[in-house]
């Protein structure tokens, strides 16, 4: 009853979440070209009094600042990454699935090596003993579990790519 308590864990891992994630990077240089700016300046003024008169002189200026922009122009690569939601069911399935093959392993040493002399087959041999059935299913649930556990942990990342100026 403990080992149950202890695996449960382990198995509720299929109810975990599974991550997502999308990210731009910086592709390959495109091209490089340069072009006129015109940057707004401002507004300058000068004021003036004559001297001969009461006259007030305002003189407003607007002006503009002309430069050259370099311009370097680079390809856009926009990975997704998506770790597949069927990643926490094969873990969980893959942690059950081995488990339970290590303990019917385990559990075949403790069992009779006797033939099973209640059954016989139509050639009158005797069934196998319980020690060769446990052996060989738990071979199968190793061979269903670890390819599950190696599936879930591995491919279980999806990636895609997607270029673009």
């Known amino acids: 009853m403990r080992a149950a308590w202890l695996v449960l864990p382990l198995m509720v891992v299929g109810c975990a979440g599974m991550e997502e994630n999308v990210r731009t990077e910086r592709g ?84 009779s090596g006797e033939p099973n002399r209640s059954k016989i087959d139509g050639g009158g041999n005797y069934g196998a003993p319980p020690r060769i059935l446990a052996r060989n299913w738990s071979i199968a649930l190793f061979c269903i579990g670890i390819p599950t556990l190696g599936r879930a942990s591995f491919s279980s990342c999806a990636r895609a790519k997607r270029s673009r100026r």
């Open 28 to 111: 390959p240089l495109l091209k490089t070209f340069e072009r006129p700016r015109v940057v707004e300046g401002g507004v300058s003024g000068k004021v003036s009094v004559e001297p001969s008169g009461a006259k007030l002189t305002l003189e407003l200026e607007g002006y503009d600042t002309c430069r050259t922009e370099k311009v370097e122009e680079y390809a856009e690569d926009k990975i997704h990454e998506h770790r597949g939601s069927g990643a926490g069911a094969g873990l969980s399935a893959g942690v059950g699935f081995t488990g339970a093959a290590a303990i019917l392993l385990g559990v075949s040493y403790a069992l």
